[in-house]
Every structure is written in structure tokens, then in C-alpha cells.
């Protein structure tokens, strides 16, 4: 095995405004680098998304929040390996009903290493146009002595459920559930009406989307994506890469949709 370098710090979290943090974790490969969203209410904190579940993540959220005696809700967005890492820290457990089972017995990735990974996955994220991914999932040891052997995605049971059109109340910050499926089929996202900001998580985001994986689906993809068009967002923030305007939005849907069209029209025909 290669030595890997020690991390000097496992997470790393940017201001976004005043009352959000995105949080990365820098040394995983850059495919499962995952954003996580900390969002500080009057009466309750949220974090969207829990990364990969490498090191602890609660203590690091807490030395962030203004007030870390609040209760705070962990809302998962899907269950793909890179955003339910550390889900069972937190009391407060959402995920929408159709991935419930997954959040709580992950039957995908599972694993910091490239050889637990079906070729077949290896390859569409490589014709998705990712770097290719070495040994492992991560890049660096969050510390002396770790074990990458250790890992386990450990999942966790769903305390509560999300789904379309319910909301979301943090006192200040009030987010309407919309089911996004495509990517996968429990997707959501969170949409805040009165500035226009939408965590997208997976199912749109600034970098090579990929929607011929397992559990993934064109067909919801483009249903998915009608809605996005119809909804007056001024922000997205996505679950991976840097977050985009409405503009940069319709553009990424329109690049996706001429694709499938292309796709299509290249499929035989029968006469
Ligand atoms: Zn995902």
C-alpha cells in the first residue's frame, strides 16, 4: 500500500452567509467529495448531508454552531455513500421514504477502496469525465495510525420522513421538500421561497453529472429537471462543486437533455 499523507484537518467549512456553512472533506477523491450544508435557524440548526463517515463529524459542527446546546436536524438528501457518512452522530434523522431502507442498510458503495467498487460503476464515472481514482477513496489519513481497512459505511435508521411538499422550519429559515428523484429515487431538495435558494444536492450540480448509474434514471431525470425550470430559483446549492445561478442552471439542463436527445436519435430504429 502507499503511504498516504496525515490530513491536517479531516473537514474543512467556508461562510457562505450568515447563517450558512458548507463543509468538505478536501482529502477524499474528488467524486465522492460531497458538500454538506450547515444551516443555523433561531430555533434549530440543520445540516444537510454528512459526507463519507470517515472521522467523527458531529464535534467539528458543533465547534461551529453559534450555539451547539441547540438541537440540530440531519437531513440526508439520498443515501449515496458520500452523503450519509456520519448521519448516525445526530438525534434527528430525515430521509425521504423511498430510500429509508437504504439510509438504514446501505447495500451500495461501502468502502474507502477502489477494488470494492463494481468495474462497470469505475467506468461510467470515467466516462462521466472524473480523474481516475487510485487505491482508495481518500487521499490523505485523517490521522496517525488510521486504518482504512476500518471503514464501514454504517448507515443509520431514519428517525423521522420527508416528502414532497412538506416543510422544513429552522425559525428563520423555512424550506419546502421537493422530491427530485433521477439521480436517485428518494432524491430531495430543499427549497427556501423567500430568497430563492435551493439545495439541490445531487440532483443538479455544477460538474459532471452522471445519470446512467445504478438506481438512476433519465426518465425521472427529465421530470426532475421540468421542475427546476418552473421553480423561480436565484441560488443553487449543490451537493458537490462550486453552487450556480439560475442561468448557469437552465444551461447545465439544457446541455443533459441535448445529450439524451442525441442518445436517442442514435438508438436503431425499427422500419
Ligand atoms: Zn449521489
Redesign the pocket.
Known sequence: MLPLPIAETWYQATQIDADTTLIIEPHVHVLEQ?NMWLVQGRDRDMILDTGMGVVPLRPFLDHLRRDPDKPIVCVS??T?I??IGAAHEFETRLVHPLEAEEMARPSGLHSLFRRDMPERLLQTFLDAGYPPIGEMLIEALPHEGYDPESYRLRGAQATGLLNEGDTLDLGGHLYEVLHLPG??PG?IGLFERTTGILFA??AIYDGPL?YDGPGMSVAAYRDTFAKLRALPVTTIHG??DPSFGRERMLAIIDAYEARWASEEAALPRET
Open positions: 460531497a438528501s439520498h449515496h458520500d452523503h439521480h436517485s432524491g444536492a445531487d452522471i451537493g458537490h
